[in-house]
């Protein structure tokens, strides 16, 4: 599978996959160009720079980038990289400045962008230096419900068709309230484990049970979470969709449960059915009454790299990723209610997060498998529900039959395919946004 030849790593008639993408430098080398170089890619938060001049570090793929929000308001996003010789002008997480200077000789850029002073510009250019061609290097950005998106490519479509009918669903978490959202962190820990791994896993509830059993018995002693089983999910309504490249999993859930998992305990219960009781006309006026009333976003992915809300898999190489952990938060939520929900996402998917725990010990092993000379021959079976999905009449994208499925990871590595195999945008699918967006809440917020 070399770098000039077509991608063809899963068979869509048997779920094989060819475990070499998990591994191989070459293969990665392309990942960076023509998936994370090309796609629209969550790096930020509006809440994290919400001052002008305020600036957060983030990354591309493997490029450092500047958010930042100039003195008019505008957001940026920068290469981490001097035009003259390649340092960094940032080298901390955030701060507010209007400027950035490069510490190697002092070329010095406002916070839009621009080249705004070189040492010498007459006495060692002889005022020959094109500097309105020596800005640091911008991408393009958009925003969804206070969620910062770039992309390098000029030529990719706009966010919301990039999102198409994933937004449907991606809004009944993050686009609830008028207010928006406030982002905490992000928590950084490095994984021995392939970027994709982690990605796939975002929709993949078959595990549950298994992988989580110590954890779910834990929280049903002292939370009074109800026990879950292989029993449970195999009958469960649940719906499990593939939309635009985006794997969702959400329930229909009854006018009278509250929108969030994490933080919920038999002593907090009341707190969030008071809270969803007292905000439930204010969503309903943004979603419309059924998307407000009857639907709550599960277990889902961003293509490429987003997953989990706003939570993002870094790639430092094949068999390295870098993860980042933020909790979103409603900023109009009482104090005690946020604290429980940041208290509950860092106990289940923080660094030491019990989740989270269970499940990097089986992505570093899914990784390893690709590693040994046998292994790597080896093809995953991802066959689980094939020939079990498709359109549905109340709900947009590729639904499966059944929530216990394996067509959303069969599908992300069809749309990795796409990407892999596509000289340019004008050659990847993007479907037609089809669904019907009823309420106020628009993409921007």
Request: one cysteine or more.
């Amino acid at each position: 599978m070399g770098a000039t030849q077509k991608y063809s790593i899963i068979d869509p008639a048997t779920g094989k996959i060819d475990r070499r993408i998990f591994s191989d430098q070459a293969i990665y080398d392309q990942e960076m160009e023509k998936i994370f170089g090309r796609a629209w890619l969550m790096i930020g938060h509006e809440s994290l720079v919400p001052e002008v001049n305020d600036f957060f570090h983030t990354y591309m793929g493997e490029d450092p980038v500047i958010l930042s929000r100039d003195g008019q308001g505008r957001l940026h996003a920068l290469l981490n990289m001097c035009r003259h010789r390649g340092n960094r002008v940032v080298r901390c997480d955030d701060g507010n400045a209007t400027r950035f200077m490069c510490t190697y000789h002092g070329w010095s850029y406002g916070n839009d962008g621009k080249l705004e002073h070189v040492p010498g510009t007459s006495e060692a250019y002889y005022d020959a230096l094109d500097k309105p061609s020596l800005g640091l290097v911008q991408a393009r950005v958009e925003t969804y419900a206070g969620i910062v998106f770039a992309t390098w490519a000029e030529d990719a479509p706009s966010l919301e068709a990039f999102l198409g009918d994933a937004r449907w669903y991606l809004d009944t978490v993050f686009n609830r309230r008028d207010g928006g959202m406030q982002a905490l962190g992000p928590m950084k820990w490095l994984e021995p484990v392939n970027w994709k791994t982690m990605v796939d896993n975002c929709s993949d509830n078959y595990h549950v049970p298994t992988t989580h059993l110590s954890s779910a018995r834990v929280q049903t002693r002292y939370l009074g979470r109800p026990p879950l089983s292989h029993k449970d999910q195999f009958e469960s309504p649940n719906k499990h969709v593939f939309v635009n490249g985006h794997s969702i999993t959400f329930r229909e859930a009854p006018d009278n449960t509250p929108r969030y998992v994490h933080g919920i305990s038999k002593d907090t219960f009341p707190l969030f059915l008071a809270y969803h009781e007292a905000t439930l006309p204010e969503v309903e006026r943004r979603l419309g009454a059924f998307r407000a009333r009857h639907v709550q976003l599960g277990n889902h992915s961003i293509f490429p790299n987003g997953v989990l809300g706003f939570r993002l898999a870094l790639p430092r190489g094949p068999l390295q990723t870098e993860f980042w952990h933020f909790v979103l938060l409603e900023k109009g939520a009482p104090e005690a209610l946020k604290r429980a929900i940041r208290i509950g996402s860092q106990a289940n998917n923080g660094a030491a997060g019990l989740f989270e725990q269970d499940d990097v010990d089986n992505w570093r092993q899914v990784t390893a498998a690709s590693k040994s000379r046998l292994g790597r021959r080896i093809s995953q079976d991802l066959s689980m529900g094939l020939g079990h999905a498709g359109p549905h009449p109340e709900y947009p994208g590729v639904v499966s039959e059944r929530y216990i499925s394996e067509n959303n990871q069969r599908l992300f590595y069809q749309r990795w395919e796409e990407f892999m195999n596509a000289e340019s945008w004008a050659e990847i699918p993007i479907a037609p946004i089809t669904a019907r967006f009823e309420g106020t809440a628009t993409i921007r917020g």
